[in-house]
C-alpha cells in the first residue's frame, strides 16, 4: 500500500471518528430533550442543588406515598429550599397533621416557604402553617380555623317509611352516633369532645407558628375564611402575591438562593410512560373536591 492509499484511508477513519462523535453527541442530547419533556425537567436537576417545589391540591388526607416523598426532599442535599404551593380546602385531621409534621422536618434544615393558590382553608391552611413564611393572592380563600363533625339524620325518613333498626351492641357508645337512631347525650358529649380537642390542637398552632393569642387569636380561629388581604391584617399570611415573591423572600435569607433552578417533586405512583407524558403537557388534571373523610358513619374532618 503506497503512501497515497494511506493517507486516503487515514482520513476516512478520521472522518468516521467524527462522524461516530456527532452522532452520539445528538442521540444523548435527544435523550436529554425527551427526559426532560417527560419528567418536567427532573432527569437535568436531579443531583444539582434546586428548589424543590411541591403541590398540595385537593383533599388532604393520609397519604403514605407523600409522606415518602417528603422524606426524600428532607434527606436529599441538593435541596437547598422548598416552595410550598397549596391548593386545598382541607381534609381529615389526621391527614393534616402528618403533612404538617412532615413539612416541619424539611424546616428544621432549610427555608420553606408556602404559596396558596385559590384556596388554602382549614387542612390546606395547616400545611401552611408548617412554611416558615407564607405568601398568599389577595383573593386566595384561606384560614376556615375550626374542625367540624358531621352525619345524616334518616329517622324522620324510616319513620314515614315504616322502617325499623334492631341493634344488639356491647355498650351505648359503641357506634355512635348512627343516622338510624336519635343520638344520645353520652354520645353527642364524647363527640364534642372529640371535636373541642382536635380544635385545641389546630389552635395552638395556629398561636404557635403565628404568634397569635388573646383576642387576636379568638379573632383569627373563629372558623371563617378570610382573603389573602384580610388574612395579611389578621396575622394569618406574612406577604401578598404569588411565586415571584415567595423567591424574592428565599432570597433574602441567602444571595442566590432564590436564583437556583427549581424542580417539581411529584408523588411516585403507579403511572405509565403515556400518563406521565399527558401530565407533563397538562392533558390531565385534577379534581378539586370539598369533601370529607368518612370514619364509620360520621365525618370528622379539618373541612371548609
Do not use: C
Not at 467524527?18 to 425537567?41: D, Q
Not at 422536618?105 to 396558596?116: D, G, H, N, Q
Not at 315504616?162 to 352516633?177: D, F, H, M, N
Not at 379568638?218 to 395579611?232: E, H, K, W, Y
Amino acid at each position: 500500500m503506497d503512501a497515497l492509499e494511506r493517507d486516503f484511508y487515514e482520513e476516512r477513519r478520521r472522518k468516521w471518528r467524527r462522524s461516530a462523535f456527532w452522532r452520539g453527541f445528538l442521540v444523548a442530547a435527544g435523550l436529554a430533550l425527551i427526559l426532560g419533556f417527560v419528567f418536567g425537567g427532573d432527569a437535568l436537576t436531579a443531583g444539582r442543588a434546586h428548589i424543590a417545589r411541591v403541590e398540595v391540591a385537593g383533599v388532604i388526607g393520609d397519604d403514605p406515598e407523600r409522606e415518602q416523598m417528603l422524606a426524600d426532599i428532607a434527606d436529599d442535599a441538593a435541596v437547598r429550599a422548598v416552595v410550598l404551593r397549596i391548593n386545598s380546602p382541607g381534609g381529615s385531621t389526621a391527614g393534616s397533621e402528618a403533612l404538617y409534621e412532615s413539612i416541619r422536618a424539611i424546616a428544621e434544615t432549610r427555608p420553606v416557604v408556602a404559596v396558596l393558590g385559590e384556596v388554602a382553608a382549614s387542612g390546606g391552611y395547616v400545611a401552611a402553617l408548617a412554611a416558615d413564611h407564607i405568601v398568599s393572592r389577595g383573593n386566595t380563600l384561606t384560614g376556615s380555623i375550626g374542625v367540624i363533625m358531621e352525619y345524616p339524620d334518616l329517622t324522620g325518613v324510616m319513620d314515614r317509611l315504616g322502617i325499623g333498626l334492631e341493634t344488639v351492641r356491647s355498650s351505648e357508645l359503641k357506634a355512635e352516633p348512627s343516622p338510624f337512631r336519635p343520638t344520645n347525650p353520652a354520645a353527642r358529649a364524647r363527640d364534642e369532645a372529640l371535636v373541642a380537642d382536635s380544635y385545641a390542637w389546630f389552635r395552638g398552632l395556629v398561636g404557635t407558628r403565628r404568634g397569635l393569642d388573646g383576642a387576636a387569636l379568638d379573632a383569627a380561629a373563629n372558623g371563617g375564611v378570610f382573603t389573602g388581604r384580610i388574612a395579611l391584617e389578621n396575622g394569618l399570611i406574612d406577604e401578598i402575591g404569588g411565586e415571584p415573591v415567595a423567591l424574592a423572600w428565599l432570597e433574602s435569607r441567602e444571595d442566590g438562593l432564590g436564583a437556583l433552578p427549581i424542580r417539581d417533586w411529584e408523588v411516585e405512583r403507579e403511572r405509565s410512560l403515556l400518563g406521565r407524558f399527558l401530565a407533563g403537557t397538562g392533558a390531565s388534571g385534577g379534581i378539586l373536591g370539598e369533601i370529607s373523610v368518612r370514619l364509620a358513619p360520621k365525618l370528622y374532618s379539618l373541612a371548609p
